[in-house]
Each structure stands twice: as structure tokens, then as C-alpha cells.
């Protein structure tokens, strides 16, 4: 094979989409093989190697671990954002018949597992505090394992799925914003608010640099993570101003040509770094018996359970009452795998964690894993059988 044509090959692969899906599930074992083996040391030494960041009286200084999941995840949440924006304004989700189904989804999935949760934890005033973790949905873990076995399965549930992903995504950064932010700096505050208004008026006045978008776009996360609001929503909003049509100096695009640039990045390097990050359980001491514990339980069986129950449910009301309609093509028992396949949380459902209990005793974050791992793998392996012997309808079967 020549250099050109194994270029062409793993271009070809790296787009696939289960292949980010599988990276995240390879860096998690590789995460709870260190962290249960001699190098455990290692493992734990590098996520606290200290970094700086000091220009004149700023002074950002966290250790490794915190700024993948404070700086990196930002920058996935930036792509959320285009994503999402691009979707309303031009996609899947720009007329009102094709919000409907997903948005009962979303709600139902996020409403239901928490509510899980909530009942299980109610008595533990530390351990409510993580009540929206098993709300969130791993769209690249999930679509990962609905592209390997979701070959006959027809197109409309990928969309289904993927619709379902931008709402889920838009509800977690909204829980982030009013139940998770604290101890706000007003100063900060006010300088993030006249970057973000700097952004309104570059895309105002359809400002073609992507460069000066980027800069401001850099202060006001630095205001925002320095505010007590978390700073990857930072993300999120400068990706609100991004103009969708206005073509930038390359004459591109210019939300679609970040997002294309930035997909690769967070596919193949964040959202696998912040999974080795976070993923490493040991597992010295701990019994099966820790698994029903109350916060593992309830974000176990609040994705695993919570999250077909809530979207599968809420879903049949609705086609049932008229206010939607079953995917094209697609089967009810289609359709429940697919449902079960949302219960895998991993990564955001291991990020709101870090933010739920990030000033309590490592104890907790030990059970939150344990919690998120072992119902995104139920949700995995359940819905990955389902979908494997789930028949195509009749009307499929010889059709091109």
C-alpha cells in the first residue's frame, strides 16, 4: 500500500462515525487499567501536573485534569454550539414538525432520570446534589454503537438520535448555568458581558475574520472562568455569534468551516483525553456492593432505566396522541433500542459529576463513576442486541 493510498484509508476511517465512539470506550480502559495497576502513581501523578498561564495581574494556575475539563471542554462545547445553531437555523431541527418528537425525547430523558436519582438520593443532602447526572446523553459514544450495529436500521432514527443529542446537550448547558455555577464575581461578569456584546456587533456588521471572533471569543472565556459561572458555557455562547452564511477571508462559510475544522479535534483528542481524565476508577477496596450504594444506583438505573422508560414513553403519547409520528420506516422495537441507546451518559454525564460534587471528598466522585460506567454499559450492551436482531419492516425488505 502507498503513503497515498493509507493517507486515503485512515481519512476514510477517522470519518466513520463510530470510530470517535470507540476511541472514548478504548482511552476509559486504558484510564481503569492504570489506574488499578502498578503505574497508578503514574496515572494520578500526571492528571495534577500543575500548569500556569500569568500574564501580568492574571494569573490562571490548575492542575492538568481541571484544565481539560475546564479549558478543553469548552472548546467542545463550542462545537455543540454551531452544531446546534446550525441545525435550527438550516438542519434537522429548522421547521416545527421536526422538533416535536426529539424535543419530548429530550424532556422525558432528562425529567425522568433525574427524577430517578432525586428519589433515591432525597435523604443524602450532599449526594441530591448530583440529580442531573444521569440526565445526559453521549452522543459520540452512542452513535458510535448505532453505526456498528445499526446497519439495517433505517436512516430516520440516526437522525432521530442525533436530534435528540443537540436538545439533550442544550438542556445539560442550561442545568450547568442555574444548578451548578456559584460565588459570582460581578467585575467578571461585566467583562464577559462586553465581550459577549463585542461578538453581537462583529456579527452585526458581518465581520469576516474568524481570528478577531477567536480573540474575543478567548476573554470572555477567561472572564467567564473567572466569574464562578462555569467556563465552558463560555463555549457555548461565542458560538451563538458566529455567523452561519457570512463567508470569511478564505471564502468559506464560516460556521460551517470552524465546525469542520474543530470536529476532528474534539473527536479524536478532547473528548478522548477528557474520558482517560475522568474514567480512571480504582478499584482497591470497592465491592460489587458499592454498586448500590445510593448515588451509584441512581445514576445506574437512572440511565439505564430512567432514560428508556422517559423517551420510549413519553414518545408513544405523543405519536399515539397525534403530535408526532413514528421515524420513517422504522419499527416501535427500532425505535425502543434507540431509546436505550440514550442511557449512555458517559461523557457529559461524568462532567456534570465533576461539577456536582467537585468540592466534596474524592469518595463521591469514585461513585459517580462507578454509577455512569455501569449504566452506560447496561445501555450499551442492551441496545446494541436490540438493534443487532431488530427486523426491518416489511415494506423495507428488497427495496433499495
Avoid at 465581520?207 to 464562578?228: E, F, N
Avoid at 459561572?229 to 468559506?252: D, Q, S, W
Wanted: net charge negative.
Amino acid at each position: 500500500m502507498t503513503a497515498q493510498e493509507l493517507a486515503v484509508t485512515l481519512q476514510r476511517w477517522f470519518k466513520h462515525d463510530s470510530v470517535g465512539g470507540i476511541l472514548l470506550v478504548l482511552m476509559a480502559l486504558f484510564a481503569m487499567v492504570l489506574a488499578n495497576s502498578p503505574l497508578a502513581h503514574v496515572y494520578d501523578s500526571f492528571l495534577t501536573i500543575p500548569l500556569q498561564i500569568r500574564i501580568g495581574d492574571l494569573d490562571i494556575s490548575k492542575p492538568l485534569v481541571l484544565w481539560i475539563n475546564d479549558g478543553l471542554m469548552a472548546i467542545f462545547f463550542f462545537l455543540v454550539g454551531l452544531e446546534i445553531k446550525r441545525e435550527v437555523l438550516s438542519g434537522l431541527l429548522s421547521s416545527p414538525s421536526q422538533v416535536v418528537l426529539p424535543g419530548v425525547a429530550a424532556i422525558a430523558g432528562i425529567a425522568i432520570p433525574s427524577l430517578i436519582y432525586f428519589v433515591m438520593n432525597q435523604h443524602d443532602a450532599i449526594g441530591v446534589k448530583g440529580w442531573a447526572i444521569p440526565s445526559a446523553t453521549d452522543i459520540a459514544f452512542a452513535l458510535g454503537v448505532f453505526t456498528l450495529f445499526g446497519s439495517r436500521v433505517p436512516i430516520s432514527l440516526k437522525l432521530f438520535l442525533l436530534s435528540v443529542a443537540i436538545f439533550d446537550d442544550l438542556g445539560a448547558i442550561l442545568i450547568i448555568a442555574f444548578f451548578y455555577s456559584s460565588d459570582l464575581s460581578t467585575l467578571s461578569l461585566v467583562v464577559a458581558g462586553s465581550g459577549v456584546f463585542v461578538l453581537f456587533l462583529l456579527n452585526r456588521f458581518s465581520v469576516r475574520s474568524q481570528a478577531v471572533y477567536i480573540l474575543v471569543g478567548i476573554v470572555v472565556w477567561v472572564a467567564v472562568l473567572k466569574s464562578g459561572v462555569h467556563a465552558t458555557l463560555a463555549g457555548f455562547v461565542i458560538a451563538c455569534f458566529i455567523p452561519l452564511t457570512v463567508k470569511n477571508h478564505e471564502g468559506h462559510p464560516m460556521l460551517t468551516h470552524i465546525e469542520h475544522a474543530l470536529h476532528p479535534w474534539v473527536a479524536f483528542v478532547i473528548l478522548p483525553l477528557f474520558a482517560f481524565a475522568n474514567a480512571g476508577v480504582s478499584m482497591d477496596g470497592i465491592s460489587i456492593n458499592a454498586l448500590i450504594n445510593p448515588i451509584p444506583l441512581g445514576i445506574g438505573v437512572g440511565l439505564f432505566i430512567g432514560k428508556q422508560i422517559g423517551i420510549f414513553g413519553a414518545c408513544w403519547v405523543a405519536i399515539k396522541l397525534g403530535l408526532a409520528k413514528l421515524p420513517d420506516e422504522a419499527t416501535w422495537m427500532q425505535f425502543y433500542a434507540v431509546s436505550v441507546l440514550c442511557g449512555i451518559g458517559f461523557t457529559m454525564s461524568l462532567f456534570i459529576g465533576s461539577l456536582a460534587f467537585e468540592a466534596e471528598s474524592a469518595a463521591y466522585l469514585v461513585e459517580v463513576k462507578l454509577g455512569v460506567l455501569a449504566g452506560s454499559l447496561c445501555s450499551a450492551v442492551l441496545g446494541s442486541i436490540l438493534i443487532s436482531r431488530a427486523q426491518p419492516r416489511e415494506d423495507q425488505v428488497g427495496g433499495d
